[in-house]
């Protein structure tokens, strides 16, 4: 755009010559012009129809008839423009009220007739597809507590115990002490200590705010760290966790959290990822890599040509339940089917995205991919997305995902060469 | 700055240290001159690539931003490989994080090529009334373990855009004198032979 005081200097001279500041106001303020335009120039396009200044010849008649025109072409231009995004945002509000009205409609089916008859609903055919088209927010937590469960048995006054606990041993050491940090070097001593949650606490969701330092989960948040690190003390705090137990405090009360949690962590994935199990994790990536050939075979060549290994994306996207890669109304949905289909929709909701992004990625070499699939865009259309992850097929050559697990698990040798040393 | 796709070389560059030390606002300082005060924590490994102009030479750096994370530890030393320079990072107002940095030598030149350059950085200059670590003590124990030396700040600028200029320098001088490279664009390796340099490329990405 050019810049405004260009367009003022110009003014009074428009206003005389071109005789549509009215008549009988020859001297009008400046601010009438603008006024008695049938259409606000959305810049200075309006300049192309004022006479050249006194010092110069005058334009011919023909090319001020080609200006005009070229003006009218403009204007007309820039009304079909606007029409067109008041159109769009017309449709995105009739699109939002849409989907506001299915969420309603969707919460009551949830908690009238799903939630009450839990044990015998959950697996028919009906709540199946309405939980792959995302659970309301409003029952969100708690179809994730009873698909996640309580194997563990955990009850709020052991949350209570831990937390004491945890409480207990902050206030017994003020400072992480030289001495542990020598002697401990391979124990989760040190990554259990308070300083390393405080660290990340305020790197969790720093753009929502509500974790930080004084934000209203801030205190939730640590305790049900520091209650994990009491609870389980051999697997200690890990980073990742920090943004699964903050999507949980979203969704559920602190102990009902924290139970999820725990269980949720419990999982063997969660478990071989949280150990930083190594030869169970490239069991898991090789697993990966067998469905990302059958489904992808061309994706699949070209990130063996650049030597993309899927730990470069999938730590990442493992660690955290996509709850730092993916919006988090994406993340969620995401969630909410791995609670259904378990640790098998972690992976395929991976192969989704380079499904998704398939086309895009073909073209990029190591470093660019690289780069996109550990920094995914800020905009991913979830309609597609799930459409994309529908469309993958997690059976190959008749085994399904435990199954190729299973065997790798067994043969090891067969895993991905990734991470050995 | 040469545009992002013509270079004459690419160097991969580790940045390494404990948790929270500023490494990633390091990184996007040099890259995108950005500094973002509630960064998120670093899981596993991100990237990221500036072009830089040295000499006649348009260089490519291809960084590699680890998860300062004990644990991750076992995992991130595998991105080690391949790579022809590092910035091991601590924080000037944090005493352990500079404890550790023997540590992380270990772990570097354990996993990396021998003659990676390394630089010895001193993050959060900003922070000088919270110093923990004198600059004299941190440059002689660069100097005694023959590594290069800054002290930055990712926060107001300083020296960043140096610390990795100076590192992309020695490699481009090591790389120079040994001549292992071929051809006009070709990621480089260190150690091999110039018959193994167009290969430059796989190894700085192979795990294996």
Same mark, same amino acid.
């Given at each position: 755009?050019?810049?405004?005081?260009?367009h003022c200097?110009d003014?009074?001279?428009?206003?005389?010559?071109?005789?549509?500041?009215?008549?009988?106001?020859?001297?009008?303020?400046?601010h009438s012009?603008?006024k008695?335009?049938d259409?606000?120039?959305?810049s200075?396009t309006?300049?192309? %129809?004022?006479d050249r200044?006194?010092?110069l010849?005058?334009?011919?008649?023909?090319?001020?008839?080609k200006?005009?025109?070229?003006?009218?072409e403009?204007?007309?231009?820039a009304?079909k423009?606007?029409?067109?995004?008041?159109?769009?945002?017309?449709?995105q509000l009739?699109d939002r009220c849409?989907?506001?009205?299915? !969420?309603? $409609?969707?919460?009551q !089916?949830?908690?009238q007739?799903?939630?009450?008859n839990?044990?015998?609903?959950?697996t028919s055919?009906?709540?199946?597809?309405?939980?792959?088209q995302?659970?309301?927010?409003?029952?969100?937590?708690?179809?994730?507590s009873l698909?996640?469960?309580n /194997?563990?048995?955990?009850?709020?006054e052991?949350?209570s115990?831990?937390? *004491?606990?945890?409480?207990?041993?902050?206030?017994?050491?003020?400072?992480?002490?030289?001495?542990?940090?020598a002697e401990d070097a391979?124990?989760?001593n040190?990554?259990?200590?308070l /300083?390393?949650?405080?660290?990340?606490?305020s790197?969790t969701?720093?753009?929502?705010c509500?974790?930080?330092?004084g934000?209203?989960? =801030?205190?939730v948040?640590?305790?049900?760290?520091?209650?994990y690190?009491?609870?389980?003390?051999d697997?200690?705090?890990?980073?990742?966790m920090?943004? !699964?137990?903050?999507?949980?405090?979203?969704?559920?009360?602190?102990?009902?959290a924290?139970?999820a949690?725990?269980?949720?962590?419990n999982k063997?994935?969660q478990?071989a990822?949280?150990?930083?199990?190594?030869s169970?994790?490239l $069991?898991y990536?090789?697993?990966?890599e067998v469905?990302?050939?059958?489904?992808?075979?061309?994706?699949?060549?070209?990130?063996?040509?650049?030597?993309?290994?899927?730990?470069?994306y999938?730590?990442?996207w493992?660690?955290?339940l996509?709850?730092?890669?993916l919006?988090?109304?994406?993340a969620?949905?995401?969630?909410?089917?791995f609670?259904?289909?378990n640790?098998?929709?972690?992976?395929?909701?991976?192969l989704?995205?380079?499904r998704l992004?398939?086309?895009?990625?073909?073209?990029m070499?190591?470093i660019?991919m690289a780069?996109?699939l550990?920094?995914?865009?800020? %905009?991913?259309?979830?309609?597609?997305?799930f459409?994309h992850?529908?469309?993958i097929?997690?059976?190959?050559?008749n085994?399904?995902?435990?199954?190729?697990l299973?065997?790798?698990?067994?043969?090891?040798?067969r895993?991905s060469?990734?991470l050995?040393h | 700055?040469g545009?992002?796709?013509?270079y004459?070389f690419?160097?991969?560059?580790?940045?390494?240290?404990?948790?929270g030390?500023g490494?990633?606002?390091?990184?996007?300082?040099?890259?995108?001159? /950005?500094f973002? =005060?509630?960064s998120?924590?670093?899981?596993?490994?991100?990237?990221? $690539?500036?072009?830089v102009?040295?000499?006649n030479?348009?260089?490519k750096?291809?960084?590699?931003?680890?998860?300062?994370?004990e644990?991750?530890r076992?995992?991130?030393s595998?991105?080690?490989?391949?790579?022809v320079?590092?910035?091991?990072?601590?924080?000037?107002?944090k005493? %352990?994080?500079y404890?550790? &940095?023997?540590r992380?030598?270990k772990? %570097?030149f354990d996993? *990396?090529d021998p =003659?990676?350059?390394?630089?010895l950085?001193g993050?959060?200059r900003?922070l000088?009334t919270?110093?923990?670590?004198? $600059?004299?003590?941190?440059k002689?124990?660069a /100097?005694?373990?023959?590594?290069?030396?800054?002290?930055?700040?990712?926060?107001?600028?300083?020296?960043?855009e140096?610390a990795?200029?100076? &590192?992309l320098? *020695?490699? =481009?001088?090591?790389?120079?004198s040994?001549e292992?490279?071929?051809?006009?664009?070709?990621?480089v390796?260190?150690?091999?032979?110039?018959?193994?340099?167009?290969e430059?490329?796989?190894?700085?990405?192979r795990?294996?």
């Amino acid at each position: 755009m050019v810049s405004e005081h260009l367009h003022c200097e110009d003014k009074r001279e428009y206003e005389t010559k071109s005789g549509r500041a009215g008549p009988g106001n020859p001297t009008s303020p400046r601010h009438s012009v603008r006024k008695n335009l049938d259409f606000e120039p959305l810049s200075t396009t309006a300049l192309i %129809l004022e006479d050249r200044p006194a010092n110069l010849p005058a334009k011919p008649a023909e090319e001020a008839q080609k200006h005009r025109q070229q003006y009218e072409e403009m204007v007309a231009q820039a009304k079909k423009r606007e029409l067109k995004e008041a159109q769009k945002r017309k449709k995105q509000l009739e699109d939002r009220c849409k989907l506001e009205e299915s !969420i309603g $409609t969707a919460a009551q !089916i949830w908690n009238q007739e799903i939630l009450p008859n839990w044990s015998t609903t959950c697996t028919s055919r009906r709540v199946r597809d309405l939980w792959w088209q995302g659970i309301p927010p409003s029952v969100r937590g708690k179809v994730w507590s009873l698909a996640v469960g309580n /194997e563990l048995n955990i009850t709020h006054e052991l949350y209570s115990i831990c937390l *004491a606990r945890a409480k207990e041993k902050w206030r017994t050491t003020p400072a992480p002490s030289l001495e542990t940090e020598a002697e401990d070097a391979g124990s989760s001593n040190r990554e259990s200590s308070l /300083e390393l949650i405080k660290l990340d606490i305020s790197r969790t969701f720093p753009q929502l705010c509500i974790f930080q330092q004084g934000g209203p989960y =801030h205190d939730v948040l640590h305790s049900i760290l520091g209650a994990y690190t009491c609870y389980r003390p051999d697997v200690g705090y890990v980073q990742g966790m920090s943004f !699964i137990a903050a999507v949980l405090i979203l969704n559920l009360d602190t102990a009902d959290a924290f139970i999820a949690f725990a269980n949720l962590l419990n999982k063997p994935c969660q478990m071989a990822f949280f150990r930083v199990d190594h030869s169970l994790m490239l $069991t898991y990536f090789a697993a990966f890599e067998v469905f990302f050939e059958e489904n992808l075979p061309k994706l699949f060549a070209h990130f063996q040509k650049n030597n993309l290994t899927p730990d470069i994306y999938l730590i990442d996207w493992i660690f955290t339940l996509y709850s730092k890669s993916l919006p988090l109304d994406l993340a969620c949905r995401v969630w909410d089917v791995f609670c259904r289909d378990n640790e098998e929709f972690l992976f395929r909701t991976g192969l989704g995205l380079l499904r998704l992004y398939q086309d895009v990625l073909t073209t990029m070499d190591f470093i660019h991919m690289a780069q996109f699939l550990t920094r995914l865009p800020d %905009l991913i259309p979830a309609e597609q997305l799930f459409q994309h992850i529908a469309a993958i097929h997690m059976t190959s050559r008749n085994r399904k995902w435990a199954q190729v697990l299973q065997a790798l698990q067994k043969d090891p040798e067969r895993g991905s060469p990734v991470l050995k040393h | 700055m040469g545009s992002d796709e013509s270079y004459n070389f690419v160097f991969k560059v580790v940045l390494i240290g404990e948790s929270g030390v500023g490494k990633s606002n390091l990184l996007s300082r040099f890259t995108k001159n /950005e500094f973002n =005060h509630d960064s998120r924590t670093t899981i596993g490994v991100e990237f990221s $690539t500036r072009t830089v102009q040295l000499d006649n030479y348009a260089i490519k750096a291809q960084i590699w931003d680890t998860a300062g994370l004990e644990r991750y530890r076992a995992i991130t030393s595998a991105y080690y490989r391949g790579a022809v320079g590092a910035l091991l990072v601590y924080d000037i107002s944090k005493h %352990l994080t500079y404890e550790s &940095v023997d540590r992380w030598l270990k772990e %570097l030149f354990d996993h *990396a090529d021998p =003659h990676i350059v390394v630089m010895l950085v001193g993050n959060k200059r900003d922070l000088d009334t919270l110093r923990t670590v004198p $600059t004299e003590e941190a440059k002689d124990f660069a /100097e005694k373990r023959g590594l290069m030396f800054m002290e930055t700040s990712a926060l107001d600028s300083t020296n960043v855009e140096n610390a990795f200029n100076e &590192v992309l320098k *020695a490699i =481009h001088k090591k790389v120079a004198s040994r001549e292992v490279t071929r051809g006009s664009i070709c990621a480089v390796t260190l150690s091999n032979p110039p018959s193994e340099a167009q290969e430059g490329r796989r190894n700085c990405c192979r795990s294996t």
